[in-house]
C-alpha cells in the first residue's frame, strides 16, 4: 500500500531564511502531489502542487521539487516569515482514484 | 464562491446520542469527501462522493453514516459513538480527478 512519510516532524528555522520541508512516498504510480499548511484550529491550506511531468514548480516564496526516481518531494519556503508557522502536509494521489494519502506532517517553527 | 462550509463548528455529544456534521460547497465541484483528524496526526481519508455516489468508504464503522443529497452538500450522520471518536471532522471537495483538495475549517466532535 502507499505510505507517505516525511523526514522531520519538527523544523525550527530563523525568520529571514530558507525552509525546506521534505516528504517520501511509496507508491511508483503516484502522480499528483501537493503541499498544504495547516494552522492550529482550521483546515488545511492549498499550497502549491505538482504532476509527475514536472520536476519543479515555483509559486510565490514556494517551489516544489519532485524526484521521482527515489519518491521523493520537497517544500521549499524562501525568506521565512512569521506567518509561516503551521503544520505542513504533502498529500499524494494516483489519477483514477479519489485517494489523498497524506504525510505524517512537519511542524515549522519560525523563530524572531 | 471558493469555500467549502462546514457546520457545526463544535458538536459535543453523548454515546447514545444522534447528530449529524454538514458541509456545503458551490464550486460546482463533483467531489466531496469526509477525512477525520486526531491531534497531531494527519488528515485521514473516511468516504469519498463521486457525482453523489459513495465510491470510497475506507472500512469506516457504520455508526457513521455519509449522505450526498445533491451536488452540493455531504452529510455525516452520527449514531453511537466513541469516546475515541473525539477528532476534527474535515470536508474537502474537488474537481473530478487527481486535483486540488479545497477543505472546510471542520466540526470538532468531542464525545462525552
Known amino acids: 500500500g502507499e505510505s507517505v512519510g516525511l523526514h522531520l516532524p519538527t523544523l525550527s528555522v530563523q525568520e529571514g531564511d530558507n525552509s525546506i520541508i521534505n516528504c517520501a512516498y511509496s507508491?511508483?504510480?503516484?502522480?499528483?502531489f501537493i503541499w498544504y499548511k495547516q494552522e492550529s484550529g482550521k483546515g488545511p491550506q492549498f499550497i502549491i502542487d505538482?504532476?509527475?511531468?514536472?520536476d519543479k514548480r515555483q509559486g510565490q516564496r514556494v517551489t516544489v521539487l519532485l524526484n521521482k526516481t527515489v519518491k521523493h518531494l520537497s517544500l521549499q519556503i524562501a525568506a521565512t516569515q512569521p506567518g509561516d508557522s503551521a503544520v505542513y502536509f504533502c498529500?499524494?494521489?494516483?489519477?483514477?482514484?479519489?485517494?489523498?494519502?497524506f504525510g505524517t506532517g512537519t511542524r515549522l517553527k519560525v523563530l524572531a | 464562491d471558493t469555500e467549502v462550509t462546514q457546520t457545526p463548528k463544535h458538536l459535543v455529544m453523548g454515546m447514545t446520542n444522534k447528530k449529524s456534521l454538514k458541509c456545503e460547497q458551490h464550486?460546482?465541484?463533483?467531489?466531496m469527501y469526509w477525512y477525520k483528524q486526531k491531534a497531531k496526526k494527519p488528515p485521514e481519508l473516511m468516504f469519498v462522493?463521486?457525482?453523489?455516489?459513495?465510491?470510497i468508504n475506507e472500512s469506516v464503522p457504520s455508526r457513521f453514516s455519509p449522505e450526498c443529497p445533491n451536488s452540493s452538500l455531504l452529510n455525516l450522520h452520527l449514531h453511537a459513538l466513541q469516546p475515541e471518536d473525539s477528532a476534527l471532522y474535515l470536508c474537502?471537495?474537488?474537481?473530478?480527478?487527481?486535483?486540488?483538495?479545497?477543505f472546510g475549517a471542520g466540526s470538532r466532535l468531542t464525545v462525552l
Open positions: 474537502a471537495s474537488s474537481t473530478a480527478g487527481a486535483n486540488v483538495l479545497t
Open positions: 507508491n511508483s504510480a503516484s502522480d499528483y
Open positions: 505538482i504532476r509527475s511531468n514536472m
Open positions: 498529500a499524494v494521489s494516483t489519477s483514477g482514484t479519489y485517494k489523498y494519502i
Open positions: 464550486m460546482g465541484h463533483r467531489a
Open positions: 462522493y463521486s457525482y453523489e455516489k459513495l465510491s
